[in-house]
């Protein structure tokens, strides 16, 4: 899902919230650091569209007495990326944001402690991997988004399937991001792995470079800066994001919106949140975790995060229904498939793509 109004649009998909630190004011605290020292500091390692409402922030902090502080290193597929390569001296206490396209690889590389939190929904606890390693946390669908009126004004059917994108008319209109380096991007490989299979997905990714598809390093260069619907009225009308970004281009009065997703062309992703191993403040990171599973956090990341809580017992916005539904088939790789073959198909897909 960068900002409220760049990344998640999806999940976007995300608000003002820097890369570097969330800070308020925190008392003292037992948790501990690990060391037998006492530490009112957690530092929660996170993709760049992680965001949370101050007064819901500023209440944990409070009962908590710890102060959170926020480290972003970049989109979901570099956090975890830099998550490997730190993991003898870790960047924080917690991540948030690891999702099931890169969630077996954070836990082969023993970046995280095992912890469940007692207040994990049962909704929320189908989702769970790798032995209690990582906390389901929200739900989404990455799909293909549509601008309406660039279609509207060009008198040109807007595409429904992934056939459609690579058809000649819609030659030089789609924006999509890397799997190397994006989670979404990531995800849109395994729909099209889902989709063509094992045999076919190769050869429709050649269809869509043929077709001039560009494909950029993160969300938010191919939502805000790429796509004609986003913020920067970019040229392509086509921009891999989320099935929740129509609901933040939604009108004053709330009737229609200008940008629409592509169910026909979505895969499920999950994010996750986990301790990481070799945690400063352990206690602290455990606390953490349980605050981004309660009622409190979980009511707050769909006006935040344009994702779905995974505790589905949360009520969602109004207009969400129309503006903002999960796809009702998404494409789906079974996880011990992207395991066995997730670095093999980046590989084979940057050859075929990038060259």
Do not use: W
């Given at each position: 899902?960068?900002?409220?109004?760049?990344?998640?649009?999806?999940?976007?998909?995300?608000?003002?919230?820097?890369?570097?630190?969330?800070?308020?004011?925190?008392?003292?605290?037992?948790?501990?650091?690990?060391?037998?020292?006492?530490?009112?500091?957690?530092?929660?390692?996170?993709?760049?569209?992680?965001?949370?409402?101050?007064?819901?922030?500023?209440?944990?902090?409070?009962?908590?007495?710890?102060?959170?502080?926020?480290?972003?290193?970049?989109?979901?597929?570099?956090?975890?990326?830099?998550?490997?390569?730190?993991?003898?001296?870790?960047?924080?206490?917690?991540?948030?944001?690891?999702?099931?396209?890169?969630?077996?690889?954070?836990?082969?590389?023993?970046?995280?402690?095992?912890?469940?939190?007692?207040g994990l929904a049962d909704s929320a606890a189908q989702y769970a991997v790798g032995d209690g390693a990582l906390t389901p946390v929200d739900v989404g669908d990455v799909c293909v988004n549509v601008d309406h009126a660039w279609f509207t004004d060009k008198g040109l059917p807007e595409p429904v399937t992934l056939d459609d994108l690579a058809k000649p008319e819609y030659k030089d209109l789609l924006v999509v991001t890397n799997p190397a380096t994006s989670s979404p991007g990531l995800s849109f490989l395994l729909a099209t792995v889902g989709a063509y299979g094992e045999d076919g997905w190769e050869a429709y990714w050649g269809k869509l470079k043929d077709n001039g598809v560009k494909v950029v390093d993160g969300w938010s260069d191919a939502y805000s800066v790429d796509f004609s619907g986003g913020e920067g009225k970019g040229p392509r009308p086509l921009a891999l994001s989320y099935s929740t970004s129509p609901a933040f281009t939604v009108s004053e009065d709330g009737a229609t919106t200008s940008t629409g997703a592509l169910l026909d062309t979505c895969f499920r992703q999950v994010e996750y949140a986990g301790v990481l191993a070799g945690a400063k403040n352990p206690e602290g990171a455990q606390q953490l975790v349980d605050f981004l599973v309660s009622d409190a956090f979980q009511a707050d990341i769909a006006d935040t995060m344009y994702m779905y809580p995974a505790n589905s017992d949360i009520a969602l916005p109004e207009g969400w229904a129309e503006f903002a539904p999960l796809s009702p088939s998404p494409y789906q790789v079974d996880p011990a498939e992207i395991t066995a073959n997730r670095d093999e198909w980046i590989k084979t897909w940057t050859s075929t793509v990038i060259g």
């Open positions: 899902m960068n900002s409220t109004t760049t990344r998640r649009l999806g999940l976007g998909l995300v608000g003002g919230i820097s890369a570097l630190a969330l800070t308020a004011c925190a008392g003292s605290t037992d948790a501990g650091s690990g060391d037998g020292s006492a530490s009112s500091t957690v530092t929660l390692v996170t993709h760049d569209s992680f965001n949370v409402s101050e007064d819901v922030l500023a209440a944990f902090e409070e009962e908590s007495g710890l102060t959170v502080k926020q480290v972003a290193p970049g989109d979901g597929g570099a956090l975890v990326n830099q998550l490997v390569l730190t993991k003898d001296a870790p960047l924080g206490d917690v991540v948030f944001g690891i999702d099931n396209s890169f969630a077996t690889r954070a836990i082969d590389e023993g970046v995280l402690d095992p912890y469940t939190p007692a």
